[in-house]
């Protein structure tokens, strides 16, 4: 008889693509061994005991390396995955890899224009592929095993990236390229305009989005003509490389991607010695300001979020309102780049049950469920010692939370506080020593009177980051705001990066957004000016006096 592992190994080697779980299921094996044909790992099991490897891509083969770091399963602590670090001695082929790609790309409208529609087909195979339950479930599986959200929101980010993939099959992708003409001044002259990849590029990604963010911007830059090397937050990195297999298995080629598992420090020893021609950051807005100096202005940039939203003075459909606030504030655990971190109330919202409602939809939150989770890059003592400094602020109070939770097992490496909200009046926020308290992994809740909303208009002009907000008062609000992404009306939010508009900062040229056709073309590529000046030259013609 087989043993288990041998049996699952032969299965994979020998099933055709697509007969693994038919195979499975016949011989009656169990659910866990039912993982996709593509996948090195199974979600499921990887623990202390069976530890998953995590490998780095460059020049066209994975990559182990001599020196691995640990990465502790963030609900107990146990050492459960092994990545493969690259430091400053070791990053010699990642830039060689990038210093063999042309400015000019890999491909652009003059130049191997086959392979716009080769990512036509890989998008198509993609997304057919995240289409299958048991591919989606993978995902989202391992997503909650290094990001841990509830399943639903980890699904989402499945769905997402496969309705992405949907949106750029066939024709889509060559037509990001689509370009223009215009005519010249005389017979012969034309100008064109182009849309010209950089060559080569790197992604830095964070933690919070393992699947989504990564996949979307990768994609958007290997659609446009780009070299990439990708570096992904390596708490979560597993997913992006078994998201790479998943695109080799739907005909990307090996050497289009670099794959890079290393500290900050050698990442940006990378960059200045790899020169790479573009740079697509996502992350902390300190890091950001950095890798702008460092890379000389070479960069766009989708830092952290200071996301607000405005309550009018019309009250409705409060059971609606207060469950989208506890959405925006605290899915995810709040580590979204656009949780709601603060919230402007006018004061007929703050005598309804409002409150009150988000009170008891947060206290419903529990971690079996993982409604609530750890936050992976602070403490719990470092977020507690914010909300104290909060309440020392004169008539601030504590409106839920505020505690830690209970009975878990999370590292302390790792914060773990129950959904908490802190009331702070709109009058002490405005002070300049109070400002930069009111933004964290929970949100302030304050109010306005009716003739104050210059004053929350002025908070909003001091705030620095202007990726999401909420408007449920409407046109005055939206006219003097720059946030990029901005719901407006009875069902706002500040959280969601669907697939189908930018999601994306406004008010700075550096600013990245990602998803859509416009946001691909403005991150990803740049435009080129050809202009065909063919003749004839009129009969007759003299050489003019000089100028």
Same mark, same amino acid.
């Given at each position: ?53 995590? $490998? ?44 063999? $790609? ?13 392979? @716009? ?12 592929? %995240? ?27 499945? @769905? ?23 005519? #010249?001044?005389?017979? #012969?002259? =034309? ?24 996949? %979307? ?5 290997? @659609? ?70 460092? %890379? ?28 989208? $606030? ?10 979204? $780049? ?25 206290? +419903? +939150? ?6 609530? #989770? ?61 400002? =930069? ?34 408007? %449920? ?75």
């Amino acid at each position: 008889m087989y043993k288990l592992g041998s049996c699952r190994e032969m299965i994979r080697s020998r099933a055709p693509k697509g007969a693994i779980n038919w195979l499975c299921s016949s011989l009656h094996l169990p659910r866990s061994i039912q993982t996709p044909s593509f996948a090195t790992i199974d979600a499921e099991e990887i623990s202390g005991s069976q530890p998953a490897e995590v $490998c780095n891509l460059v020049q066209g083969s994975w990559k182990k390396s001599s020196s691995w770091s640990t990465v502790v399963d963030p609900l107990n602590g146990e050492p459960f995955i092994k990545v493969a670090d690259v430091d400053e001695t070791g990053i010699r082929p990642f830039v060689e890899s990038l210093s063999k $790609c042309p400015k000019h790309g890999l491909h652009n409208p003059f130049k191997s224009p086959e392979r @716009y529609l080769m990512f036509g087909d890989i998008s198509a195979k993609a997304a057919h592929m %995240l289409s299958q339950p048991e591919v989606s479930n993978f995902f989202t599986r391992l997503i909650q095993r290094v990001s841990p959200k509830s399943y639903q929101q980890a699904h989402a980010e499945v @769905y997402v990236t496969q309705k992405f993939f949907e949106n750029f099959c066939g024709d889509q992708v060559r037509f990001l390229a689509r370009s223009f003409a215009v005519p #010249g001044n005389h017979l #012969g002259q =034309q100008s064109h305009g182009f849309r010209w990849p950089y060559g080569p590029v790197a992604i830095i990604t964070p933690f919070n989005f393992p699947l989504e963010i990564p996949v %979307l911007q990768l994609m958007g830059a290997l @659609y446009m003509g780009n070299k990439v090397v990708l570096k992904v937050d390596g708490k979560v990195s597993i997913v992006m490389e078994q998201m790479l297999r998943l695109l080799h298995d739907c005909g990307l080629n090996m050497d289009d991607v670099d794959f890079i598992n290393s500290d900050g420090k050698t990442m940006n020893k990378l960059l200045l010695e790899g020169k790479p021609r573009m740079t697509l950051f996502t992350g902390s807005s300190r890091v950001a300001e950095k890798l702008a100096v460092d %890379l000389r202005g070479r960069i766009k940039l989708e830092d952290a979020g200071f996301d607000w939203k405005i309550l009018g003075p019309d009250v409705q459909e409060v059971d609606y309102v207060a469950w989208v $606030c506890d959405q925006d504030a605290y899915a995810c655990s709040g580590q979204k $780049c656009s949780a709601q971190s603060i919230l402007f109330m006018h004061e007929n919202w703050a005598s309804s049950p409002l409150i009150s409602k988000m009170k008891s939809l947060a206290e +419903r +939150r529990k971690l079996e469920d993982l409604t609530v #989770g750890p936050v992976l890059t602070l403490t719990t003592e470092t977020m507690l010692e914010h909300m104290n400094k909060l309440l020392e602020i004169p008539g601030s109070k504590l409106l839920f939370g505020g505690e830690p939770l209970e009975n878990h097992s999370i590292p302390n490496i790792y914060g773990a506080i129950k959904p908490t909200a802190v009331y702070v009046p709109c009058e002490e926020i405005l002070k300049e020593i109070n400002f =930069q308290f009111s933004c964290f992994w929970f949100q302030v809740v304050t109010d306005y009177k009716e003739g104050q909303l210059p004053m929350v208009l002025d908070a909003l002009e001091r705030m620095e980051a202007h990726l999401t907000a909420a408007v %449920l008062l409407l046109q005055k609000v939206i006219g003097s705001s720059v946030n990029g992404t901005t719901y407006a009306g009875m069902r706002a939010r500040t959280t969601g990066a669907p697939q189908n508009h930018w999601f994306g900062p406004a008010g700075d040229p550096r600013g990245a957004g990602i998803g859509t056709p416009e946001a691909i073309k403005l991150v990803w590529s740049c435009h080129r000016e050809i202009i065909y000046d063919v003749g004839p030259v009129p009969k007759h013609w003299e050489i003019p006096p000089s100028t």
